[in-house]
């Protein structure tokens, strides 16, 4: 059965609805143009070149000795707390206390106990005279620790006080090299101590003055085998109270007592009144002083008769090096200023480098 031929106005409805189609799909709406158009305008942001970064040089730091602050972890003892930063004024150099400890070295596997002093010299600085604090490292080759005790002793004071270290927050505590300092330390067969103290600087106005300076005229103690020097002294200090004092040394051995008052009126030093009184004080003042003397070699024989005989032989054998800085381009030069005194209670040391 043939299907009927479209008529021509059927062939024009269909015609206008594919056109009605086609524009839906292909135009757009009046309101969505104008949105559209000027989105397109705008264009995408564009961020603007990153400023190129100079190129740094790479900075190399030297690398760290393994015994470099070998002579900071001495404590410079008898220095005043409000000296201590004026050691660091110098870029102080301890290479030659370094090198004694590697292969060849005087202190090369020995144990070695440490402790830091200082001394004030004037120096040419950069052109300039200047009065400088010298620091000092005193190494002691000993199987034992010299002593646990500080003596305190200075111009102002009467009497000598020896009292513990521990009384000062002072010790001999193991110095661990830079190469070990990530291992235990119970570990470690360390040959090297050094003196420490604990005492907080930012805890001192918490203090006492006289606490304070206690520490300014703190010295190592050592209580050797042989006489102490001032076991033999002759002489006396005389300080005869009056208005104003009379200040003065008397020699037992070497002066006579009539013609030393004598001398003394003359000078008007000493009233005239006063003479008898003034020799009476002087026999007093020797008196004191050779039984001081004797009590003090009482003491020491004693101290030798009590000592076992290795630690006789320790006391006997022992070492001191005394350190002074090397000479460097940034460090005044202390040539001519080294001495071998440490101080009143060891002596000098056997070996000054």
Known sequence: MRRPRATPRGRKRKAAAEAAKREEGGS?????????????TR???VKA????KPKTEPEFFPEKRNLEDLWQAAFPVGTEWENMDKICEINWNFSNLERAFEEGGQLQGKKVYLFGCTEAQLLVVKGEQKVVLIPIVVAVISPIPPSDKIGIKSVQRETEEIIPMKAMKMAWVPYIPLEDRQSRVDRLNTQIF????TQRRSALKHLKIERIKQYDYCLPYFQPLKADEDEDDTVVNIMFPLEPPVVCDFDWELDDLEEFTDELIKEEALPNDQKDAFKEYVKEQVREQKRAQRQAKDARKKAIEDLDPEMRAAFENMLFYKFYPVQTPDTPDISNVKVPYINRYYGKAHVVM
Request: some cysteine.
């Open 28 to 40: 757009k709406s009046p309101e969505r143009l104008p949105r559209e158009s000027k989105a397109s």
């Open 43 to 45: 264009g995408k942001r």
């Open 49 to 52: 070149p990153a400023a190129a």
């Open 194 to 197: 050094t003196l420490a103290c």
